[in-house]
């Protein structure tokens, strides 16, 4: 039995786009449920009427933005009480090929120590171009390492599924005994990092991960510098990247990760803005989540 999981947020039109390739999808799906993160676009309500004659899906609303974390964990928890096997995970502004479930299906059956697997994900506006494969975490970069990312498919070596320490949340394949045996996606992670924590607390728990570039998707990610220089995001690319260090590696890990995060990674985010948004308050977000990240207690537990 298979789940879905899509979570909207203000964008009715990529998340109808997104319920209609998995609905198109050679391996269907017993079930999509729909989370709403508190829209106030009137877009849950367009989706509601659109499918309520549609038994396999599933809507939940909330009434706040709960992030992703806890957005998607509204929906794995149903489709864990509905004795699903396999659970789904596609980001609303993410399309999947029509064979990309099959093919991810077929890499998880093969083996009942792989928990996680993930497709070969394009950028949706340059689709011969790669947003996302397997990655790998580099303990110099205290950071995840992507080989293929923004090379063309023709430039790849191997359509082979190999293991890999990294799969994007986008869309990712995860079988249930993942989640009985780590737990859901940890909740202080409102936006960004949650996926490499899930996937470093996987394959510390003996489960593999396969990148799988047979299966094959696509992001409708826009400009970088744009998008991901507004203070929000800056916030949370900051903070939650401190709390996923914090958590994974021992303390004297966790100071050069830190070094690691004042010495390079921030001065590259101060370039990003000045080439982006140019906002002042965007680097002061930056900073904020550096401080916020590095001062987070662990005071809870994710099962």
């Known amino acids: 039995m298979i789940y879905a999981i899509i979570l909207n947020y203000n964008n009715y039109l990529d998340t109808k786009e997104c ?21 106030i676009d009137g877009s849950i309500n367009e989706l509601e009427k659109e499918y309520e004659l549609d038994s396999k899906i599933k809507i939940i609303k909330s009434k706040t ?8 964990n509204l929906g794995i928890k149903q ?16 399309i999947i090929d029509i064979e990309c479930l099959n093919n991810l299906c077929k890499v998880c059956k093969k083996n009942k120590n792989i928990g996680i697997v993930g497709p070969r994900i394009f950028y949706f506006r340059d689709s011969g171009r790669i947003w996302q494969g397997g990655g790998y975490f580099s303990k110099l970069k205290s950071g995840v390492i992507v080989p293929e990312k923004n090379l063309l498919a023709k430039q790849c070596m191997t359509n082979i599924e190999k293991e890999v320490d990294f799969l994007s949340g986008c869309v990712m394949l995860v079988s249930r005994m993942v989640f009985e045996k780590i737990g859901l996606f940890d909740e202080d992670f409102f936006f960004y990092s949650e996926d490499v924590d899930f996937c470093l607390r996987a394959k ?64 590259y985010r101060l370039w990003q803005v000045l080439n982006g948004s140019r ?17 987070w207690k662990n005071n809870h537990t994710m099962k």
């Open 19 to 39: 319920i209609e390739s998995i609905r198109r999808s050679s391996q269907p799906v017993n079930c999509i449920v729909l989370i709403d993160n508190g829209s």
């Open 65 to 72: 933005n709960l992030g992703f974390a806890r957005g998607v």
């Open 79 to 94: 489709a864990l009480t509905n004795n699903a096997k396999y659970i789904l995970l596609v980001n609303n502004d993410a």
């Open 204 to 267: 510390k728990a003996g489960f593999k991960l396969f990148y799988v570039p047979s299966a094959t998707a696509w992001h409708k990610i826009s400009n970088i510098n744009k998008d991901r220089t507004s203070p929000f995001v800056l916030y949370h690319l900051s903070r939650s990247r401190l709390i996923m260090l914090h958590k994974n590696f021992n303390f004297y890990y966790f100071i050069y990760g830190i070094l690691v995060h004042l010495l390079v990674y921030t001065p």
């Open 279 to 295: 906002q002042v308050k965007a680097i002061c977000a930056w900073l904020k989540g550096t401080k916020d990240g590095i001062l």
